[in-house]
């Protein structure tokens, strides 16, 4: 066999594969087999009995479940997202334009949120236990225990509404230039990058506070080195690992968190697809969605294992 | 246990959490008006008869929330109660059990985790009948998960501890040792936990309540009330930032009780508090 390192990673991937797969099983089931019957549920108590027959047939609620599942499965690997209840469009199209709207807010956010968390990680980690440490995660406590649209409607009231600084909603068009599109999109981002900020500064400052604690870090002070050197050649070589952790598990949380700020501020992302459809009740829309969701979410926390495996040197060096 | 050594903090945050579910308790007496009258005009200024104004259709802002606070308590604390049940009883039976119970218990956890709560309750919120009952089992069933993860490693430890050891000698059942053994032992960490997953469970039911797939009409939590009220913020009307400040008031000061207990407990390591 190869290097051990690439093992261990062929054999991550193959696992996030089996999760991904097992995943997309959950979420069909999640939709099909529940207790009564889908058809009468999506159209209500009211409706009538050749209606249900319908969409029973629309659907294909004739067939046995497991046919149903991998029909599904075959039309996603070919591409096919299949198609939209409530206006019978391809799911595909409006999928892909709403995710790369997603995409350039969950990216923005991230470019914000991953440098500032981790230099005022390494702030409160200069100034442990004292008071810009102890006001960090104070704020910190707080900015947990808020919900996301007290965060966005404070901004959008007091920044868009009362100063009139940003736009209230963020609906950004094909015809916008960069610098319009981000103006458009400046309350959300800071939205996100708030909501995420906080979880990651502290876990950063938990990572680097941890490496600066072993003995080596001590050894290597005692030997009189310089403290930009021992940051340099043994802290941050052993904090890498951690801290890109940290910043995976947070994106996947900004995955999530993009839906319901992109509700606030009417952004026409991905989330608010979905919301939208959960409440006409369109299951393949719904389904389509969160697969994509959970697609990111795997393989984001996936990268962040491989991450830890490739930083770690007792792996990469084998005896 | 010495008051005195309860921080300022603790206390606040307790005092405060109090305060909420007396408002919980006592809605009907302590509303001014019904959950549903409307007294007045629409988004009407705070006065000395209206001390927050009215909302979008005219009705007392204090007394819809009175009513709100006692509908989000009541489902955060229902979902709570489920998912620590099943999640501590499952824990504790996979930890004492062991083999392949354990293990299927702990594939299906991770897989149910492997997606994002919020998106995985989407998905079933859209097949299933929008009521409280329905959304009180899927946020219990889907936070149990996390419950399951810290009982079970918390149940581990203690399985292999001399007392488990001979209540096993002697013949006692695995309900006996996850019940009389285990739980008592275990109840400390647990407690701790206990608020963290009820904060959460606030925030995930404002999330979705806000979203408008939680609570529905006319039944309201605060959630429901930020989404009432949200189309005020372009008008220069902040009738939705008040619920959703009062969520924050709520989870805030549980997180301060929450966080002294986690302190105190991890304090001991383990000693009878």
């Known amino acids: ?21 097992l995943a997309s099983g959950l979420i069909f089931i999640g939709t099909q087999i529940l207790p009564g019957d889908v058809a009468q549920s999506i159209l209500g108590q009211s409706a009538t009995p050749e209606a249900v027959a319908n969409l029973r047939k629309e659907l294909g609620l004739n067939d046995p479940a497991y046919v149903r599942y991998f029909k599904w ?21 409006a999928v892909s334009y709403r995710f790369s709207n997603t995409i350039f807010l969950a990216s923005w956010a991230a470019l914000f949120s991953v440098p500032l968390a981790v230099i005022l990680g390494l702030f409160a980690v200069q100034y442990k236990n004292r008071w810009p440490d102890k006001l960090i995660s104070g704020v910190t406590l707080a900015s947990i225990s808020l919900p996301e649209f007290f965060i966005g409607y404070l901004l959008m009231f007091y920044v868009a509404v009362i100063l009139g600084w940003f736009p209230s909603v963020s609906i950004p068009n094909e015809s916008m230039s960069l610098l319009e599109k981000l103006d458009t999109i400046a309350l959300p981002v800071t939205v996100l990058v708030l909501v995420v900020l906080a979880h990651m500064m502290r876990m950063t400052r938990a990572a680097i506070l941890n490496v600066m604690q072993s003995a080596y870090i001590e050894t290597a002070e005692l030997k009189g080195l310089s403290p930009f050197t021992v940051i340099r050649k043994h802290a941050f070589p052993n904090a890498i690992a951690p801290i890109v952790n940290v ?73 | 246990m010495n008051l ?94 062991g083999g392949w119970l354990d293990m299927i218990l702990s594939r299906a956890v991770d897989l149910l985790m492997s997606i994002p709560t919020l998106i995985f309750a989407l998905v079933v919120l859209a097949v299933l009948p929008a009521n409280i009952i329905t959304l009180i089992l899927v946020m219990g069933i889907l936070d149990s998960t996390r419950v399951y993860r810290l009982s079970r490693a918390v149940a581990v430890d203690i399985n292999v501890m001399d007392y488990v050891e001979a209540a096993r000698l002697r013949g006692e059942g695995t309900s006996w040792i996850v019940f009389r053994e285990i739980l008592p032992n275990a109840l400390s960490p647990l407690v701790a936990e206990l608020g963290l997953r009820f904060i959460f469970a606030i925030l995930f039911l404002s999330s979705l309540s806000f979203l408008g797939l939680g609570v529905q009409l006319p039944d309201i939590d605060l959630g429901g009330m930020v989404k009432e009220n949200k189309e005020g913020i372009i008008f220069h009307i902040p009738a939705a930032l008040i619920p959703a400040f009062v969520i924050s008031i709520l989870t805030i000061s549980v997180n301060l009780v929450a966080d002294w207990i986690l302190n105190r407990t991890s304090d001991l390591k383990g000693g009878r508090g």
């Open chain 2, 4 to 97: 005195r050594r309860i921080p300022l903090s603790a206390i606040v945050g307790m005092l405060v959490s109090f305060g909420f579910l007396f408002v919980a308790i006592f809605a009907p007496l302590l509303a001014p008006y019904e959950l549903g009258q409307s007294i007045g005009d629409v988004w009407e200024g705070a006065s000395d008869k209206l001390p927050l104004g009215t909302d979008n259709l005219g009705r007392d802002l204090v007394s819809r929330m009175i009513y709100a606070t006692r509908t989000t308590i009541f489902i955060a604390g229902a979902a709570t109660f489920i998912s620590f049940s099943l999640g501590s009883i499952l824990g504790f039976t996979a930890a004492v059990k």
């Open chain 1, 1 to 21: 066999m190869g290097h051990p390192i690439l093992n261990l990673v062929a054999q991550r991937i193959a696992l996030g594969l089996l999760l991904l797969f």
């Open chain 1, 247 to 319: 910043i995976m598990i947070n994106l996947a949380y900004l995955v999530v968190g993009v839906i319901i700020v992109e509700s606030i501020f009417v952004y026409p992302g991905l989330g608010q697809y979905l919301v939208d459809h959960v409440s006409k009740r369109d299951v393949p829309v719904v389904q389509a969605c969160a697969l994509i969701f959970a697609s990111v979410y795997i393989t984001l926390n996936i990268i962040a294992d491989l991450v830890s495996i490739i930083a770690n040197p007792r792996l990469r060096h084998p005896k």
């Open chain 1, 73 to 93: 499965l075959a039309g996603l690997l070919q591409g096919d997202l299949g198609t939209a209840l409530s206006n019978g469009k391809p799911i595909g199209e």
